[in-house]
């Protein structure tokens, strides 16, 4: 089966533009989540998308929105780019619902800079 | 509020030394709580997850980790470190509402 993929893997930005990072979850996987990873502050959640429907939100600035579209496979944008922006941006999926525990598999992120 | 905090963030073994890597959290309902394992320019992995069933859990490449409720610990162990090992490894915890937070991380070094 298929690992979570996300495009591009890297990318390169000036401040004040716009983003979209794309995320493909594993098959049969309904639920996607995003995290910002940096050094400083670590992994931080971003918000989590199932079925088309944003359930969770982490607590970050309205620039950060995302997606999920009927097939699962989510977006997310960052607009008016801020150097702070620079980051690694991590898509997880999991088969959601009521699944419990959240066990979640990652995709290998995609490395943002901003300059 | 829901936290969790990991003690170190490098640890250094000797190849072949026990690894235990130490991880803190806080919840006010029972907890689901994670281990993974990054290494460079790779996503998250998990090793193992706990989800009350026993608390004892073992997950891959020989890694364990035992649930202390009075501890509130859920500390990661291996009793053989490998070079391969070498990476940077979270604990999670699964705080309701679709939301995981995770550790801040700890790097563990081996040394040959």
């Known amino acids: 089966k298929a690992g979570v993929t996300q495009t591009p893997r890297y990318l390169i930005k000036t401040r004040g533009q716009q983003v979209t990072l794309s995320c493909s979850p594993i098959?049969?996987?309904?639920?996607v989540s995003w995290y910002q990873q940096t050094p400083g502050q670590g992994l931080q959640f971003l918000f989590e998308?199932?079925?088309?429907?944003?359930?969770n939100k982490g607590n970050f600035p309205g620039r950060f929105s995302g997606r999920q579209f009927s097939n699962s496979r989510s977006e997310m944008n960052v607009s008016t780019l801020e150097l702070g922006d620079s980051a690694l941006y991590l898509c997880?999926?999991?088969?959601?619902?009521?699944?419990?525990?959240?066990?979640?598999?990652f995709g290998p992120g995609t490395r943002l800079t901003v300059t | 509020a829901q936290s969790v905090t990991q003690l170190g963030s490098h640890v250094s073994v000797s190849e072949g030394a026990l690894v235990l890597l130490r991880c803190n959290y806080s919840?006010?309902?029972?907890?689901?709580l994670f281990w993974y394992v990054q290494y460079p320019n790779q996503g998250l992995q998990l090793l193992l997850k706990?989800?009350?069933?026993?608390?004892l859990v073992k997950g891959i490449n020989g890694f364990e980790a035992e649930f202390k409720k009075s501890e509130t610990s859920f500390h990661l162990t291996k009793p053989s470190a490998h070079m391969s090992d070498a990476a940077e490894y979270f604990c999670?915890?699964?705080?309701?509402?679709?939301?995981?937070?995770f550790g801040a991380g700890t790097r563990l070094f081996v040394k040959a």
């Open positions: 997880a999926s999991s088969l959601g619902g009521q699944t419990i525990p959240y066990e979640q598999y």
């Open positions: 098959s049969g996987h309904r639920s």
């Open positions: 998308y199932f079925s088309e429907t944003q359930r």
């Open positions: 919840s006010s309902v029972p907890p689901y």
């Open positions: 706990y989800t009350s069933a026993a608390t």
């Open positions: 999670a915890l699964y705080t309701g509402g679709f939301k995981t937070i």
